[in-house]
């Protein structure tokens, strides 16, 4: 079934993690990873996030926070300009919930928690957006596919491969074009269509058929000096002009 980006964002509106749903779709962040992000790790002033732990859930319902398996993983991704707004905002909820609570909030807190502060289950974020999926016609997504559709968006829309592996955090570029293989004929066809904006309109001469004397010539030349005539008037190059590289073109 085709994504319906609309329906998808309209659902994730009304779940209970709004914006930490949004936030993935927005990054192409693991779910572990935005689940460790803690307000240190923001620099709202630069629009940036610095990954640097996972949150994981053992068998046994402890949760613990590890420090990434590669260097890759450890990253800074920059975020659109439009979430910048909408945490400050996500950060003002949460120190008035605290208050509340009788409680502060500092920079070691996590980002996206329960009201009292502590880490959100991996399993109920993915429990939840198995709701927000189905409420959007879309029974099959899974959560982690929003870091999928992430990075298609972005190697759909012209980003270099180089960056999307970046903002992803693979160690070889070589995962990221295999994962994304499928979006490769429509960037080929893409890139292919641009080329014909990028290079010099050539007229091509009319009733290409009939052979004048002048054809005759051109045709016992070096091949290179037709393209070279096409080339010369579609730049519009004087009679004279033409006639001097045609000699010098000529000439054995």
């Known amino acids: 079934m085709p994504l319906d980006l609309v329906r998808l964002l309209n659902s994730i509106q009304d779940s209970s993690h709004p914006l930490y749903y949004y936030m993935l779709l927005l990054t192409g962040l693991?779910?572990?990873?935005?689940?460790?992000?803690?307000?240190?790790?923001?620099?709202?002033?630069?629009?940036?996030?610095?990954?640097?732990?996972?949150?994981?859930?053992?068998?046994?319902?402890?949760i613990i926070i590890k420090e990434p398996k590669t260097s890759s993983s450890r990253r800074p991704v920059d975020l659109p300009p439009s979430l910048v707004p909408i945490l400050r905002q996500h950060r003002s909820d949460q120190e008035v919930e605290r208050l509340l609570l009788g409680q502060g909030l500092n920079d070691d807190d996590f980002v996206f928690s329960r009201a009292d502060g502590s880490p959100l289950n991996p399993n109920t974020v993915t429990h939840t957006f198995a709701k927000v999926a189905a409420r959007a016609g879309l029974p099959h997504l899974r959560l982690h596919d929003?870091?999928?559709?992430?990075?298609?968006?972005?190697?759909?829309?012209?980003?270099?491969?180089?960056?999307?592996?970046?903002?992803?955090?693979?160690?070889?570029?070589v995962t990221t074009?295999?994962?994304?293989?499928?979006?490769?004929?429509?960037?080929?066809?893409?890139?292919?269509?641009?080329?014909?904006?990028?290079?010099?309109?050539?007229?091509?001469e009319e009733n290409v058929g009939k052979l004048s004397a002048e054809d005759r010539e051109i045709k016992r030349r070096p091949y290179r000096s037709r393209t070279c005539d096409t080339l010369i008037k579609s730049h519009g190059v004087s009679i004279q002009a033409q006639k001097e590289v045609k000699t010098v073109l000529s000439t054995p």
Not at 148 to 172: C, D, F, N, W, Y
Request: no cysteine.
């Open 30 to 62: 693991r779910r572990s990873e935005l689940l460790a992000l803690k307000w240190k790790d923001l620099d709202l002033d630069v629009a940036r996030v610095y990954i640097a732990h996972s949150l994981h859930r053992l068998d046994d319902g402890n």
């Open 146 to 173: 929003l870091r999928h559709i992430h990075a298609t968006m972005l190697l759909k829309a012209g980003t270099h491969p180089r960056i999307v592996q970046e903002r992803l955090g693979h160690s070889s570029i």
């Open 177 to 204: 074009l295999d994962t994304y293989s499928h979006t490769v004929p429509g960037l080929q066809k893409a890139v292919a269509e641009r080329l014909d904006a990028l290079l010099p309109k050539m007229q091509l």
